[in-house]
């Protein structure tokens, strides 16, 4: 079946819930009471059994944000957000932590199973969720990792809940597991590398999450391995009036290559919640770190009521030399998205990706870019933005390259393309680049359009109905970036494609 | 097949079509010819739902139906085809993929079952052959970078596999060479059987060489003026449009 096919059926089938995942899970939970103090820090350091330097660190983190204002500098619109009516840690009781399936709470294993996570690794052995093949004549999607097996850690609300394949990653050396537990097993590892990237002080929402996050993934590459399949979390928000904090740290080691896939979903609720998580990667001499994101959050109404605030902080440092790392984003869902994925571009020879699609509906709002640090010599970036913008949603680009003094021979290529449906929606594009080396070239592209009635009629003609043929041609004008998700999202992502405009035309 | 009664349709207050009268049996091939702007090629828009026409008076019947009633894609669906002056190009979609979506969503509309990849491959296959469409067209996206001659072919191919009952082909040799026309043509008259008409809108005589109609419309100024057989093409290729131009305005 063409992926577009696929999203029509997956379109029709939604037809009565857009938004799919919207269902709420019964599950009972251990939940801090509201608010924001040095108490309630103390407590999730202390549920998570932490050493003594990590809750230091922790309480550091809080008292900085104490004295910092909220940004306003963002192209987004909000009603102020109480830090003190949210909790702050929300776990699903009932466990210890889970070794085999048998000890997940059932409803948190139906969750996953809904959502289309597959969790028994068994299933996943039995390569049941092998891609349908595509036209023999269309060019086969890339990816080494075509096996079909993704080793996943399924974070609920505040915790980890499942991290399949564990064996199987360690005899390759592979540590991945949730950082909670990172944190009491290989400390050394932890604390070399955590805020190093995003300090604790960085900005806001990082520092907020230093203080209060609570669980996530780690993921460590030794020297020379390339990891044996694709690693993945799977985020869901479940409990009400919860943040969601998750800290996420991946590094990969001398020579080690690894691709990382992050899912996230969330009820429908009338009230906002609010994801502010941090993610950081390292990648030491001749390392590559993939990293995919299908960004599904709860996106409100059509009327732009409740919805996810994901105000997120990502950021890949290239430390060593002839290191490579590569953001590839799809925003689909979230009522208002804040994220930079970025590169600081410190080896010599080392290289950044940024590839990002942006779909706002409705009254969504985006606010998205990456920034491209060039400091190493002959460093380059390629920077490829897609958005499509349709409903009465904002989509801001907003990019920054720059070199420093000492990176001799940087280059930059970006491309943005910004896709109108319909005429109450707005596009933007605001690039920033800085050079303060005379050898750097940068070069920036960018285009607007709109789908002309004119493809609309010719698809038509042909038969197809207003929401195929704004599936195909979207489909098309992001297909550049599509090629760049490793296979298990690609169809995944056509379907959400689809999903994401529907009644944006007619 | 086909029957337009007094049919008129205007662009924003502009009347372009003054009563049109044509019925087109099973089978038949018609041609309309006449000067630009006399309305040729807003029939045929008409014909196929494009939206920007209103219809002041008259009526489409389609083996029976309303036309006017149905929307676009349910036109397709049931047998109207439209071979575009103008092609379209829709970058970053696939040519094979485009092919596969028309053809299901039509086959879908009909409560046909959807067609499997090697079924598909095959008379994608067979068509491109008849057409000499490369496969290398085939993997570009939809008319991007294409040559007048090749958006032809591929209308001609979508015709091809769609199987439509009725096909309009608006100014289809506009922009051919000889051999792209004679191509085109071959094509077309492949697709010629006791089932299928065809509604041929040309500018010149050249391209009823090639596809010859069993009657031929002079249309001017929004009515067709004269009807004949295909000898009528012949005149008016000696004579030229003049005689109808200054008819109407005398």
Redesign the interface.
Known sequence: ??A??ETIEQVKLLDVDKYKYGFITDVESDLAPKGLNEDIVRLISAKKGEPDWMLEWRLAAFRRWLTMEEPTWARVDYPKIDYQDLHYYAAPKLRATATSLDEIDPEILKTYAKLGIPLKEQEILAGIRKPD?G?????APGGEYASGRVAVDAVFDSVSVVTTFKKELAKAGVIFMPISEAIREYPDLVRKYLGTVVPASDNYFATLNSAVFSDGSFVYIPKGVRCPMELSTYFRINERNTGQFERTLVIADEGSYVSYLEGCTAPMRDENQLHAAVVELVALDDAEIKYSTVQNWYPGDPEGKGGVYNFVTKRGDCRGRNSKISWTQVETGSAITWKYPSCILRGDNSQGEFYSIAISNGRQQVDSGTKMIHLGKNTSSRIISKGIAAGRSDNTYRGLVSANRRASGARNFTQCDSLLIGDQCGAHTIPYIESKNASAVFEHEATTSKI?D??M??????????E?AVA??V??????VLQKLPMEFMAETQRLIGISLEGSVG | MLEIKNLHAEVEGQKILRGIDLTIRDGEVHAIMGPNGSGKSTLSYIL????DYEITEGEILFNGENLLEM???A???AGV??A?QY??E?????T???L???????RK?RGEP?LT?PD??RRVKEAAQTLKVS?DM??R?LNVGFSGGEKKRMEIL?MAL?TPSLCVLDETDSGLDIDALRIVSEGVNALRSPERSFLVITHYQRLLDHIVPDVVHVMSKGRIVRTGGKELALELEAKGYADYVSEEAA
């Open positions: 079946m063409p577009v096919q093949g036209d023999v004549l269309e060019e002309s004119d493809q009629f010719y698809c038509l003609q042909r038969g197809m109905s207003q195929e195909l041609i489909n098309g004008f992001v297909r550049d | 196929a739902g494009k939206s929307e676009p894609d036109r397709a669906a085809f439209l575009f092609p379209i829709i970058p970053g979609v696939g094979m993929n485009f596969k979506t028309a053809m299901n969503a039509q509309a959807e990849t598909f491959m496969q085939l993997k996206p979508q769609l």
